[in-house]
């Protein structure tokens, strides 16, 4: 009998949200004989509470660009009126057939889902549903959970586990934090129709984002109606006899709204875990700490996404789980290369971005560096007389030329950007965007008709 089969798994999986998912069915179509336990929900937070129900509000948000821009193109429309629960179910409807997906496709690769709360015994030892189990490898998958702030009448407030999932549609709003979920959000209440409040503690949201973005997007949204309260925070939420929220900030100022969102950040959930029976080590944010191939401080104990907070973004949480799955399964020995990730902001405008910003390339390129920047009018706009922007920058290195970074905010920047990371990847110089040609008409094509840098 080998070392392999003493073991009830060669792997068990702890978490089926992006990461532990694609581990687990790589793992399995490598041979191995593979667990994985899940205590909510398949998908994990991208699929039920993240990404995909977002981008499906996104969407519903644009809609009030569109009605906006329709009148200059010859429609007429009757008055518009939205429907939360139509929404909000349609959207629960689309989240369970991806659940049944995500069964399917584990099912499909021969792992065993088990449904429950996981915890380690040990390095090779799990409990779950009161039974145990063994495995030659575990890996931890559990992401990370909301965080929020300690205030007054801070149960009054919910987070982005709620929002997805609230009884009626709050006619106004506030979304505390800077980040990008605190910015997606403001654009999807602001769009709804709801008065819509950021309430943010330091000068401008999006703080690694570069800085034309930034301010940028901050003049697009507050020209949208989204009421911008930079340097400032809540101290105190009281609710109304009314149910309204009665919200006071440190600046003095008072709001009342009908709900209050915290997107403050997130921490990896490693609470009751079970990692006391264990050597696995936390760092000083609590975040699982792993080498350059994601084995823990214990043997055989396996981390990746958002519990070991390096970047927490789905598609680099899958990429991990390839990463692992192949040097556990298929004899490679690779490490994940993070350089150069591509991230959308899915604000609206929409943020693409790839590379470094201006003050990092400055930071590390000296003033050896190149600024390429255009701003302009969208040909939509021509016809549907907004003021909308649209606004494109390339940071390239004076010396070779290469393109350092490539940032976009204007509509389906995250589209263009997915092709320009290739480009990116690929060690693109701005002679090769230069000797592109561009597609005719679109905004995309000023990527590579800039000519003359700043
Ligand atoms: C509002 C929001 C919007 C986002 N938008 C985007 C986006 O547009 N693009 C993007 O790339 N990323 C986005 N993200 C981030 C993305 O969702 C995460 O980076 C990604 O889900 C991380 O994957 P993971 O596998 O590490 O963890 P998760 O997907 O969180 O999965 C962890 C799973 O482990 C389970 N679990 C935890 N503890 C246990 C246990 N003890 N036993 C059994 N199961 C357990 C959890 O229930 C969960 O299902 C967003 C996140 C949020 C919150």
Not at 96 to 122: F, H, M, P, Q, W
Request: aromatic share 8%.
């Amino acid at each position: 009998m080998t070392d392999a089969e003493n073991y009830d798994y060669d792997l068990f999986v702890i978490g089926a949200g992006s990461g532990g998912v694609r581990a687990a069915r790589m793992s399995a179509q490598y041979g191995a004989r593979v667990a994985i336990a899940e205590e909510r929900y398949l998908g994990g937070t991208c699929v039920n509470a993240g990404c995909v129900p977002k981008k499906l509000f996104v969407y519903a948000a644009e809609f009030a660009h569109s009605f906006r821009d329709a009148a200059g193109f010859g429609w007429q429309l009757g008055a518009a009126k939205f429907d939360w629960p139509a929404l909000r179910d349609n959207k629960n409807r689309e989240i369970a057939r991806l659940n049944g997906i995500y069964s399917e496709l584990l099912d499909k690769a021969g792992v065993t889902v088990i449904e429950g709360s996981a915890r380690l015994l040990g390095s090779n030892r799990v409990a779950i549903n009161g039974g145990e189990y063994s495995a030659r490898h575990i890996l931890i998958a559990v992401g990370g959970w909301p965080w929020m702030p300690g205030i007054p009448g801070g149960e009054l407030a919910i987070s982005s586990n709620e929002v997805f999932h609230l009884k009626e549609f709050p006619r106004r709003v506030i979304i505390v934090g800077g980040g990008y979920i605190a910015v997606e959000f403001a654009g999807i209440f602001n769009g709804l129709g709801a008065e819509t409040h950021v309430v943010y503690r330091g000068e401008l949201f999006l703080k690694n984002f570069d800085q034309d973005l930034r301010t940028g997007l901050a003049a697009q949204m507050a020209n949208q109606g989204v009421k911008l309260h930079f340097d400032d925070d809540i101290v105190r939420i009281e609710k109304n006899a009314d149910g309204a929220l009665d919200v006071t900030l440190r600046s003095g100022a008072s709001l009342v709204v009908d709900a209050v969102m915290y997107a403050t950040g997130r921490k990896p959930k490693t609470s009751g875990l079970g990692l006391e029976n264990t050597a696995v080590a936390l760092d000083d944010q609590g975040a699982i700490k792993v080498d350059d191939r994601f084995a823990t401080t214990a043997p055989g104990v396996y981390a990746i996404g958002d519990v070991i907070d390096r970047v927490a973004l789905t598609p680099v949480a899958i990429n991990e789980a390839m990463v692992l799955a192949d040097n556990l399964f298929n004899g490679g020995n690779g490490a994940m290369d993070y350089s150069n990730i591509p991230t959308a902001v899915f604000s609206q405008p929409t943020i693409g971005t790839v590379g470094l910003s201006e003050s990092d390339a400055r930071a590390q390129f000296g003033g050896n560096i190149k600024i390429y920047r255009t701003e302009f009018r969208p040909m939509k706009q021509t016809l549907a007389g907004g003021s909308d922007r649209v606004m494109m920058k390339l940071i390239v290195a004076a010396d070779t030329a290469r393109v350092l970074g490539c940032h976009m905010l204007g509509d389906a920047a995250g589209e263009i950007i997915q092709g320009l990371a290739v480009a990116i990847k690929a060690g693109a110089t701005k002679r090769d965007f230069d000797a592109t040609v561009g597609v005719h008409p679109t905004a995309a094509e000023e990527f590579v008709t800039m000519r003359l840098s700043v």
